[in-house]
């Protein structure tokens, strides 16, 4: 509202003393003190209230003014009540200042004003919100997008102080007051734990929004449900992939109206989610016909003809060929038909963006087709720049392609992504090495889906394995029977626990540093603070109650297992 309402509404009281050319000034809040500097305490558009107790000298004035209009305050409002009259020397310094200046009457209290003022404040800026908000889905809904979820947001700030952020399901920021230079940026933590928390609350059919505290602060939760996708029978169909929106504010305590409002921002958030969605159909159909080539047995020739075409859509302007790498997920739901592909291929197209990349635009550049109940992401990327032969740096490494690896992406996204598959899911990856040509193509996928299945021998929620755990022994040990494993260990390892539980000589402890010291003495009676006779004593001590020797490879080689399974 602007100055000049205040001064017409006439039950105010309000006196106008100075600063006639200023009454076009916005009011975006009030507040009421006698602080001699209340500068921490304001933030600009205010209108400051005062019954000038801070005034004990005149001088007082031009030091009080000076500090209210370098806040950007609208303006001073000065009860009459203390001194009867408004002392010349304020109204000298807010002349000065160009500051307006108010006289209020001794019968209208300051809380009237106030009153007054936030209502008035609250409710326009809600209308001229709620007008925009309906505009730009007009927009988005008839014609091309209006700007993505940033312009929402930017109102957001903007019209009613509110920060929030459009968070992926993995707490990866698509939009927000941080992504627009508007405020200090959200920690990765606090997004991912916002993300979680608002997982788990989905889970439970709670109806947003969802109140939760983070670094320090609360924050209000809202789901953004894509508008195009149908009603889904059941929550986990969708709960993986869903956007949502992170408010930095309680609305435990808002009106119904400010709640509506928000609600339709969520809704034209999720427009321009399925924009983005439709915009996906393309790279989806390249992924399925590759792929679908590739598990044929197609000429290399004929799959190096696709991925031509595909280049150009999933590396725009880039001009080198690209290395590929494959990802291949699966996410099982316990005691449900619900399929697997269609659930792990959407939330495979949020997982895969690198999580320090922000905005919608890194996602453009993932195919993901479902086979079945896998879901198999076709990941470009770039291929690095070649030196000229004989003008590499000497000593310089060699330059390898990048790429996606299993435990950085899985420490990424699975703090929250555990939540929402509570305790009757599981999502299951496998990534590939990459790889530059189409021959190396059906190599990949089939590198993927067994990394996958070595993922899903371990225990927990969310697990991934990569390629470079296929060139390992250790593979082969998820795919041992549970009884034989729990026999092998047994017959090994349980003597020395047994003797460690009666005499506390640390048996196990000693045999994983010699193997781990690959059965130097030396080094590992450095390693324990032992004299090397006492090591010799122990490893002799092992030997006599297992019946092995530990000088012998296979036996070894024996407790090395052991020591894995158990």
Same mark, same amino acid.
């Given at each position: 509202?602007?100055?000049?309402a205040?001064?017409?509404?006439?039950?105010?009281?309000?006196?106008?003393l100075?600063?006639?050319d200023?009454?076009?000034r916005?009011?975006?809040?009030?507040?009421?003190?006698?602080?001699?500097?209340?500068?921490?305490?304001?933030?600009?558009?205010?209108?400051?209230?005062?019954?000038?107790?801070? &005034?004990?000298?005149?001088?007082?004035?031009?030091?009080f003014?000076?500090?209210l209009?370098?806040?950007?305050?609208?303006?001073?409002?000065?009860?009459?009540?203390e001194?009867?009259?408004i002392?010349?020397?304020?109204v000298q310094?807010?002349?000065?200042?160009?500051?307006?200046?108010?006289?209020?009457?001794?019968?209208?209290?300051?809380a009237?004003?106030?009153?007054h003022?936030?209502?008035?404040?609250?409710?326009?800026?809600?209308?001229d919100?709620a007008?925009?908000v309906?505009?730009?889905?007009r927009?988005?809904?008839?014609?091309?997008?209006?700007?993505?979820?940033?312009?929402?947001?930017?109102?957001?700030?903007?019209?009613?102080?509110?920060?929030?952020?459009?968070?992926?399901?993995?707490?990866r920021p698509?939009?927000?007051?941080?992504?627009?230079?508007?405020?200090?940026?959200?920690?990765?933590?606090?997004?991912?734990?916002?993300?979680?928390?608002?997982?788990?609350?989905?889970?439970?059919?709670?109806?947003?929004?969802? &109140?939760?505290?983070?670094?320090?602060?609360?924050?209000?939760?809202?789901?953004?449900?894509?508008?195009?996708?149908?009603a889904?029978r059941?929550?986990?169909?969708t709960?993986?992939?869903?956007?949502?929106?992170?408010?930095?504010?309680?609305a435990?305590?808002?009106?119904?109206?400010r709640?509506?409002?928000?609600?339709?921002?969520?809704?034209?958030i999720?427009v321009?989610?399925? &924009?983005?969605?439709?915009?996906?159909?393309?790279?989806?159909? *390249?992924?399925?016909?590759?792929?679908?080539?590739?598990?044929?047995g197609?000429?290399?020739?004929e799959?190096?003809?696709?991925?031509?075409?595909?280049?150009?859509?999933?590396?725009?302007?880039?001009?080198?060929?690209?290395?590929?790498?494959?990802?291949?997920?699966?996410?099982?739901?316990?005691?449900?038909?619900?399929?697997?592909?269609?659930?792990?291929?959407?939330?495979?197209?949020?997982?895969?963006?690198?999580?320090?990349?922000?905005?919608?635009?890194?996602?453009?550049?993932?195919?993901?087709?479902?086979?079945g109940?896998?879901?198999?992401?076709?990941?470009?990327?770039?291929?690095?720049?070649?030196?000229?032969?004989?003008?590499?740096p000497?000593?310089?490494?060699?330059?390898?392609?990048?790429?996606?690896?299993a435990?950085?992406?899985?420490?990424?996204?699975?703090?929250?992504?555990?939540?929402?598959?509570?305790?009757?899911?599981?999502?299951t990856?496998?990534?590939?090495?990459?790889?530059?040509?189409?021959?190396?193509?059906?190599?990949?996928l089939?590198?993927?889906?067994?990394? &996958?299945?070595?993922?899903?021998?371990?225990?927990?929620?969310?697990?991934?394995?990569?390629?470079?755990?296929?060139?390992?022994?250790?593979?082969?040990?998820?795919?041992?029977?549970?009884?034989?494993?729990?026999?092998?260990?047994?017959?090994l390892?349980?003597?020395?626990?047994?003797?460690?539980?009666?005499?506390?000589?640390?048996?196990?402890?000693?045999?994983?540093?010699?193997?781990d010291?690959?059965?130097?003495?030396?080094?590992?009676?450095?390693?324990?603070?032992?004299?090397?006779?006492?090591?010799?004593?122990?490893?002799?001590?092992i030997?006599? *109650?297992?019946?092995?020797? *530990?000088?012998r *490879?296979?036996?070894?080689?024996?407790?090395?297992?052991?020591?894995?399974?158990?």
């Open positions: 509202m602007r100055l000049r205040l001064l017409e509404t006439e039950t105010l009281g309000l006196r106008l100075g600063g006639e200023e009454l076009d916005s009011v975006r809040g009030v507040m009421t003190t006698d602080l001699r500097d209340p500068s921490r305490y304001l933030s600009g558009g205010e209108l400051v209230l005062t019954g000038l107790a801070w &005034r004990r000298e005149p001088e007082d004035s031009e030091r003014v000076r500090i209009s370098a806040a950007g305050v609208a303006g001073l409002a000065a009860g009459e009540a001194m009867r009259s002392p010349d020397d304020l310094a807010c002349a000065r200042h160009r500051l307006p200046l108010f006289s209020v009457v001794e019968d209208v209290s300051f009237s004003i106030t009153e003022v936030v209502r008035q404040v609250s409710s326009e800026r809600a209308g919100l007008a925009v309906e505009r730009h889905r927009l988005m809904t008839s014609g091309p997008a209006g700007g993505g979820p940033e312009v929402v947001l930017d109102l957001l700030g903007s019209d009613l102080d509110l920060r929030a952020w459009v968070l992926s399901p993995t707490g698509i939009a927000g007051s941080s992504l627009a230079g508007s405020g200090p940026e959200l920690p990765a933590a606090v997004c991912a734990a916002l993300a979680g928390e608002h997982l788990a609350a989905s889970r439970t059919g709670r109806r947003g929004p969802h &109140r939760v505290s983070a670094g320090g602060n609360t924050y209000s939760l809202f789901p953004i449900s894509g508008a195009g996708r149908g889904a059941d929550v986990r169909e709960v993986l992939s869903d956007w949502l929106l992170a408010v930095e504010a309680d435990g305590d808002w009106p119904a109206e709640l509506d409002l928000l609600d339709g921002v969520t809704q034209l999720a321009e989610r399925d &924009r983005r969605d439709a915009a996906r159909t393309v790279r989806r159909r *390249l992924a399925q016909e590759i792929l679908e080539l590739v598990q044929t197609a000429a290399p020739a799959i190096a003809a696709r991925l031509r075409v595909a280049a150009p859509v999933l590396l725009p302007g880039l001009g080198t060929a690209p290395h590929w790498q494959v990802v291949v997920a699966r996410v099982e739901w316990d005691g449900t038909d619900i399929p697997g592909g269609p659930v792990a291929q959407a939330l495979l197209e949020e997982v895969l963006v690198d999580p320090e990349a922000s905005g919608t635009e890194p996602s453009d550049r993932i195919a993901v087709a479902h086979l109940d896998e879901a198999v992401a076709l990941v470009p990327l770039p291929a690095l720049p070649t030196r000229p032969e004989g003008l590499e000497e000593g310089a490494a060699p330059a390898t392609a990048p790429g996606l690896h435990d950085t992406l899985l420490a990424a996204v699975r703090e929250p992504l555990a939540r929402g598959l509570d305790d009757d899911g599981r999502l990856l496998g990534v590939s090495a990459s790889v530059h040509s189409a021959e190396g193509l059906r190599g990949a089939e590198e993927a889906r067994h990394a &996958r299945r070595v993922a899903a021998a371990r225990p927990g929620r969310v697990c991934a394995a990569g390629h470079q755990e296929l060139a390992s022994h250790v593979l082969l040990l998820p795919f041992v029977p549970d009884d034989v494993r729990r026999a092998f260990t047994a017959r390892l349980d003597p020395l626990r047994d003797y460690d539980n009666r005499h506390r000589a640390e048996l196990i402890p000693t045999l994983e540093a010699f193997l010291c690959d059965g130097s003495w030396t080094r590992c009676a450095t390693r324990l603070h032992l004299h090397v006779n006492t090591l010799r004593y122990r490893v002799g001590r030997e006599q *109650l297992t019946g092995r020797d *530990l000088s *490879l296979e036996d070894k080689l024996d407790f090395f297992l052991a020591l894995r399974m158990s």
